[in-house]
Structures are given as C-alpha cells and as structure tokens.
C-alpha cells in the first residue's frame, strides 16, 4: 500500500518519538531547527491569543540556543484587561432575574483593575468558558469592568 505524504511523515515522526510529552530541545535537531518550526514558534510567541506562557519561555530560549538563533521572548498581554471604564453591556453582579445566585459554590469575588478574564478564573480554580456564562462576559471579555461582583 502506498502512503501518502503525510501518512509517511506521522509515521517517521511516531517511529523516532516514543508517546511522552517532549521540551523543545529535546526534538531532533533538523525538525527543531527547519525554517517551518522555527516560524510556528515565532507565531505562537507573538500573539497574547496563543497559550505563550511564561512556562513556556525557557523552553523557547533553549530551543534558539539549539538552533542559534535569536528571536523575542516576551508573553505578550492579554489586550482585555479590566478597565476602570463601564463599557456598553458591562456586568455588575452574577445573579439571576429573581436575585438569587447563579454560581453554585456561593463563592463570589469583585473584578480589580488589571485584572483578566483568564486571570481571574486561573485564580479561582475554574473554567474560562464557565467564568463567562455564569456572569454574562462577552467572549473577548471587553464587558469586565473593575468593581463587577463575579
């Protein structure tokens, strides 16, 4: 049977990578090094909308120092952080029309400045997604305003 070209390639890939998680320097040298790879880190790197993270940083220097080459590093910033401004369909509180909570654990919090959606539920323990539906935050979080009782 002949495989296609990508069937050939997972399979190499598979062959020559056992199934565990690897750090970027640890991927062979050629693939680590090829102008494609090196360019889907640059992208993932210069978006605050990948999950770039500061665990991710010295993994990304080891691998240029592998490869010789010097490209940013910085974790770009969230661009919805809270803001001191109320914006149109700004949250204020998380209940329902009949005033009764709408977050099960009754644990409620107050937005700060500075602060962003992933941020938030990061430090308490809960989804993104679930953060939003339960308080009515737009997708972009451009809703969230400093003073919003979540």
């Known amino acids: 049977m002949k495989l296609t070209l990508l069937q050939a390639v997972n399979s190499k890939w598979q062959a020559a990578l056992p199934d565990r998680d690897y ?13 494609c790879f090196l360019a889907l880190l640059q992208a993932i790197q210069i978006t ?12 990304y220097k080891a691998a240029q120092a592998v490869c010789g080459v010097g490209y940013p590093t910085d ?4 661009p ?16 329902s029309p009949d005033g009764s909570p709408v977050c099960l654990s009754g644990r409620k ?5 500075g602060q962003s959606c992933q941020g938030i ?6 989804a993104k997604g679930t953060l ?10 451009s809703n969230l305003a400093a003073g919003s009782s979540l």
């Open 121 to 126: 539920a990061a430090a308490n323990n809960v």
């Open 23 to 35: 750090k970027l320097a640890e991927l062979p040298k050629a693939n680590l090094c090829s102008y």
């Open 75 to 78: 974790v770009k910033p969230w």
């Open 80 to 95: 919805f952080n809270v803001t001191e401004d109320k914006p149109v369909g700004t949250i204020t509180n998380n209940t």
């Open 48 to 59: 605050p909308y990948s999950n770039y993270d500061e665990s991710f940083v010295e993994q």
């Open 132 to 141: 939003r539906l339960i308080n009515n935050i737009f997708p972009d979080c």
């Open 109 to 113: 919090i107050t937005a700060t400045s």
